[in-house]
């Protein structure tokens, strides 16, 4: 298994907006600059396919929700040949502000490979990603 987060706390900021944000699967090029488009297959809730197309991929990818906690959390899922890939996204509201968390999880035999394809490129870009998120947070109050 291989694990990362990254975490930061952002005042002004109230969990709807940014689960307004999430929730909107369509718009997620917005704040996830690693991603060309992205499109549901239904509301944004337990068991929601979410296929979107990474901009430096070949191909599109298929993420499930497989935990949803409206204003608080989500998890996606993602399966690759002999690992699977979870994302998890949590706002914690603090007397600090808004603690935002993404922790990126990879379980499986070929855990070490698809750390090096796509896991460690994913982490890397979570702090601006997270920024982005913010910002358009900001703009849209």
Known sequence: MWQQ??????????????????ADI????????????AKANGPFANGTVITF????????VKMTVVECVPNKMFTDH???FLAELFGKHE???T??????TTTITITGPLT???RRIVGQEIVDTLPE???QLIALARRQS
């Not at 987060?5 to 999430?22: L, R």
């Not at 369509?26 to 488009?37: C, G, H, V």
């Not at 007397?95 to 935002?100: S, T």
């Open 78 to 80: 993602t399966t690759f």
């Open 95 to 100: 007397n600090q502000g808004l603690v935002l």
């Open 129 to 131: 990603q997270t920024q």
């Open 5 to 22: 987060s990254y975490t930061t706390t952002v005042q002004g900021i109230k969990p709807e907006q940014i689960w307004s944000i999430w």
């Open 53 to 60: 197309k990474p901009k430096d991929w070949f191909k599109a």
């Open 112 to 114: 070490g490979l698809w």
């Open 26 to 37: 369509p718009n997620r090029p917005a704040w996830d600059t690693d991603t060309q488009w």
């Open 91 to 93: 706002m914690i509201t």
